[in-house]
């Protein structure tokens, strides 16, 4: 028998993986056939009634300016740059109906828009191919490149704006975040369809970046204001096989927050070139802590600041840690990943507590009604979690990986794929909204057709359409498969030097139940490692429910560890390991330190968080209690949700969230429970005389409200405001 010991991982490409479960397969067909295609006529400001992008808008300025130039200079005359004007975060036109064709418009990172779409689309390819789609892709790189400067430089807000002060603004022009996002879309278009003309325009870009950054005499000493290239560079690094990228990659995480703060520098700069008055950082716990600049990173070991960029820096983070074997960032990101679980985590695998900053909060604070959960900020921990899994495999970094796709994740978009959450809170009451309560602006009560700043919506499609590299993981000794998340499908891969087909079948997220059946040209030795869902129960109980062929006759032998069951021997093609996890509906309570949910319960059956909506159980869900001496009647069903918005309520903004009708079979729960009864309101218009409901009473325990029996409806977090204006909440009273 081969021996087993821990060992990096890599995932398996998109397009050695199909899925074909019903729940996966149909959230990519929904991103295949309705996203990506809403995405694009978003891009090029075609959605009536959403938020205009202007990216297409600000590449193809770009281009023109280039071809310009080009123009200029074959006729022998001088080619005069823009002079850099500062425009402000987010830039708009005077006249929205008519943008200035040859003016950068909306935020300074809005390139990403294209970027992320991109990259869905290359990972759409890679499994469905579609000559309609490759030729609109086609297209749109071919105006991307023709904005790109002769020296590489690749970010149409300096090029339309002036060059002259690029790399001065580090810390907030994103121009090292357009890299990343954009290395990211190159690479996965690289990979999904084998052409490289945007791989070679992303990677011209890095080296330009890379000419310019460093620790040597004349280089900028900087990093990313918003990190994300430091994970996009590894990936570059590991596509091309050219190790100065990861070398970039580890610079700009070796150097950030790095003494003197190169971000206080770069401020002080800015200052005297506007003719300003320095201003201190005031962040807190520290100077630039909302950047993660606050200290070297190797110290760090809380969870501070933008969540998105935080999730981000750390995913980069492990990339490094894993491919230097640097243990000082391994025990950085093992610090700081207990922070986030152990003290900032929703319960919907959302993280980010509060909207000052879209940040981490302090430990334990995590409010449900003003949450912020960014849905880019659960993406972000998926990628955290899945870069967990590829330095040692662990259950816990899959688990936590597993509730953020199955909730806040796909809470993010709606059931028809038209419209999206920003922020995902954990309880919701529409009056906020419909009242103008400034203190809950940032909370929606129904998705919204896109954002200005989009991130979030094509964010979402790029890591539905890939969700195959989070499913599984290839060893680096080649004979060890490990199998992080269960759904349908065949992953084709190399196993000890044999090719070998997984073929999986699973009905989750509603059932545990299913089986992996081995297709072998020929016997081959190594591992299948199975994931032991943490809720399925201990580790050797839901091991119990696993068996495998081969371990009858002695060929295949079994070992727990961190979460996973290793099965090792010689593997035959038929060879199947069954499984059938329990899943049942666990009641949870909060670690008590956090204050807003003492006294309460959420539940979950396998990776989904419920919820409440006043759909099914009416209004003032402030008033159900779940019955706790009868919490063993808690049940479950499938049934069919038949969403579909109606278009006369909106969220008192003036635009619906409109959801075109359409049918999701999942499961629901009912929960055992009883209403609060309150007196009938008296109008605030009724004579003066007439009797009232006081607002406070003396209490008296001997006059307890009588309780109304009620079965409480809980439908999957994910799915909720898709059937109208209505209530919300994941944590119900005792």
Same mark, same amino acid.
């Given at each position: 028998?081969?021996?087993?010991?821990?060992?990096?991982?890599?995932?398996?490409?998109?397009?050695?993986?199909?899925?074909?479960?019903?729940?996966?397969?149909?959230?990519?067909?929904? @991103?295949?056939?309705?996203?990506?295609?809403?995405?694009?006529? @978003?891009?090029?400001?075609?959605?009536?009634? @959403?938020?205009?992008?202007?990216?297409?808008?600000?590449?193809?300025?770009?281009?023109?300016?280039?071809?310009?130039?080009?123009?200029?200079?074959?006729?022998?005359?001088?080619?005069?740059?823009?002079?850099?004007?500062?425009?402000?975060?987010?830039?708009?036109?005077?006249?929205?109906?008519?943008?200035?064709?040859?003016?950068?418009?909306?935020?300074?990172?809005?390139?990403?828009?294209?970027?992320?779409?991109?990259?869905?689309?290359?990972?759409?390819?890679?499994?469905?191919?579609?000559?309609?789609?490759?030729?609109?892709?086609?297209?749109?790189?071919?105006?991307?490149? @023709?904005?790109?400067?002769?020296?590489?430089?690749?970010?149409?807000?300096?090029?339309?704006?002036?060059?002259?002060?690029?790399?001065?603004?580090?810390?907030?022009?994103?121009?090292?975040?357009?890299?990343?996002?954009?290395?990211?879309?190159?690479?996965?278009?690289?990979?999904?369809?084998?052409?490289?003309?945007?791989?070679?325009?992303?990677?011209?870009?890095?080296?330009?970046?890379?000419?310019?950054?460093?620790?040597?005499?004349?280089?900028?000493?900087?990093?990313?204001?918003?990190?994300?290239?430091?994970m996009a560079l590894i990936r570059l690094a590991e596509a091309t096989g050219e190790r100065r990228y990861a070398d970039l990659a580890e610079y700009f995480v070796r150097e950030r927050g790095a003494s003197p703060l190169y971000f206080e520098q770069e401020d002080r700069a800015r200052a005297v070139h506007d003719g300003n008055k320095y201003q201190p950082n005031e962040d807190m716990p520290l100077p630039y802590a909302y950047y993660q600049a606050h200290q070297p990173v190797a110290d760090q070991h809380e969870a501070v600041g933008h969540a998105v960029r935080a999730a981000y820096l750390y995913s980069g983070v492990a990339d490094v840690a894993r491919l230097t074997d640097a243990r000082d960032l391994t025990d950085a990101v093992d610090k700081l990943w207990r922070n986030i679980v152990d003290k900032k985590l929703y319960i919907t695998g959302g993280i980010g507590g509060t909207r000052h900053g879209e940040a981490f909060s302090y430990d334990y604070d995590l409010p449900n009604d003003l949450a912020y959960s960014e849905t880019c900020a659960a993406i972000a921990l998926a990628f955290f979690a899945r870069r967990m899994l590829q330095i040692r495999a662990k259950g816990e970094y899959a688990d936590v990986m597993e509730r953020a796709l199955y909730n806040t994740v796909l809470a993010g978009m709606a059931l028809d794929g038209k419209s999206f959450f920003y922020v995902n809170p954990l309880e919701v009451r529409p009056e906020a909204a419909l009242n103008r309560d400034r203190n809950f602006e940032h909370v929606k009560p129904v998705r919204q057709k896109w954002f200005g700043c989009a991130c979030c919506p094509p964010n979402i499609?790029?890591?539905?359409?890939?969700?195959?590299?989070?499913?599984?993981?290839?060893?680096?000794?080649?004979?060890?498969?490990?199998?992080?998340?269960?759904?349908?499908?065949?992953?084709?891969?190399?196993?000890?030097?044999?090719?070998?087909?997984?073929?999986?079948?699973?009905?989750?997220?509603?059932?545990?139940?299913?089986?992996?059946?081995?297709?072998?040209?020929?016997?081959?030795?190594?591992?299948?490692?199975?994931?032991?869902?943490?809720?399925?129960?201990?580790?050797?109980?839901?091991?119990?429910?696993?068996?495998?062929?081969?371990?009858?006759?002695?060929?295949?032998?079994?070992?727990?560890?961190?979460?996973?069951?290793?099965?090792?021997?010689?593997?035959?093609?038929?060879?199947?390991?069954?499984?059938?996890?329990?899943?049942?509906?666990?009641?949870?309570?909060?670690?008590?330190?956090?204050?807003?949910?003492?006294?309460?319960?959420?539940?979950?059956?396998?990776?989904?968080?419920?919820?409440?909506?006043?759909?099914?159980?009416?209004?003032?869900?402030?008033?159900l209690h779940v019955d706790a001496a009868r919490l063993d009647e808690a049940t479950a069903e499938k049934f069919t949700m038949h969403a579909g918005f109606d278009e006369s309520r909106t969220d008192g903004s003036g635009r619906t969230g409109v959801v075109d009708p359409v049918d999701w079979d999942m499961v629901r729960l009912t929960v055992p429970g009883w209403r609060e009864p309150v007196e009938p309101d008296t109008a605030d218009d009724a004579p003066v005389d007439a009797p009232r409901v006081p607002l406070y009473r003396r209490f008296d325990p001997a006059c307890a409200p009588d309780r109304q029996p009620v079965d409480i409806t809980l439908i999957p977090y994910f799915a909720w405001a898709n059937r109208g204006l209505s209530e919300m909440r994941v944590w119900l009273n005792l």
């Open positions: 028998m081969m021996s087993v010991t821990p060992q990096h991982s890599t995932p398996l490409n998109v397009a050695d993986v199909t899925v074909d479960d019903p729940f996966w397969s149909a959230e990519q067909h929904l @991103a295949r056939t309705a996203v990506i295609p809403y995405q694009w006529e @978003a891009l090029n400001d075609r959605v009536p009634g @959403a938020d205009p992008s202007y990216c297409m808008h600000n590449f193809k300025a770009a281009a023109a300016q280039n071809a310009s130039k080009r123009t200029a200079e074959s006729s022998g005359k001088r080619f005069v740059p823009p002079t850099y004007t500062d425009r402000g975060f987010n830039a708009l036109p005077e006249d929205p109906a008519n943008p200035d064709a040859d003016k950068f418009y909306g935020f300074v990172f809005q390139d990403t828009d294209f970027s992320k779409w991109i990259e869905a689309v290359g990972y759409t390819l890679a499994t469905h191919p579609d000559p309609e789609l490759e030729r609109t892709a086609d297209e749109a790189i071919d105006i991307v490149c @023709a904005a790109q400067l002769d020296n590489g430089y690749l970010d149409t807000y300096y090029i339309l704006n002036g060059m002259d002060r690029h790399f001065t603004y580090l810390k907030d022009h994103h121009e090292l975040y357009c890299l990343g996002h954009l290395v990211e879309g190159a690479v996965a278009y690289y990979q999904g369809t084998g052409k490289d003309k945007l791989l070679k325009a992303a990677a011209r870009f890095a080296d330009y970046v890379a000419s310019r950054f460093g620790t040597e005499e004349g280089k900028l000493r900087g990093y990313p204001g918003h990190e994300i290239a430091e499609t790029r890591i539905v359409s890939s969700i195959q590299q989070y499913a599984y993981t290839l060893g680096e000794d080649g004979a060890t498969l490990y199998t992080h998340l269960y759904m349908g499908g065949r992953a084709r891969f190399d196993f000890a030097g044999a090719a070998m087909e997984l073929g999986v079948e699973a009905a989750m997220p509603w059932s545990g139940e299913g089986k992996a059946t081995v297709h072998l040209e020929r016997a081959a030795s190594g591992t299948l490692a199975f994931r032991l869902p943490a809720w399925a129960g201990d580790e050797t109980g839901a091991a119990a429910v696993v068996t495998a062929s081969g371990e009858n006759e002695g060929r295949v032998s079994r070992e727990i560890r961190d979460g996973y069951l290793y099965l090792t021997g010689e593997w035959r093609d038929g060879d199947v390991v069954a499984f059938d996890f329990p899943m049942p509906v666990v009641p949870v309570a909060a670690n008590p330190r956090v204050g807003e949910n003492i006294g309460k319960v959420a539940f979950v059956r396998g990776p989904i968080t419920f919820c409440a909506e006043g759909v099914d159980n009416g209004e003032g869900l402030g008033r």
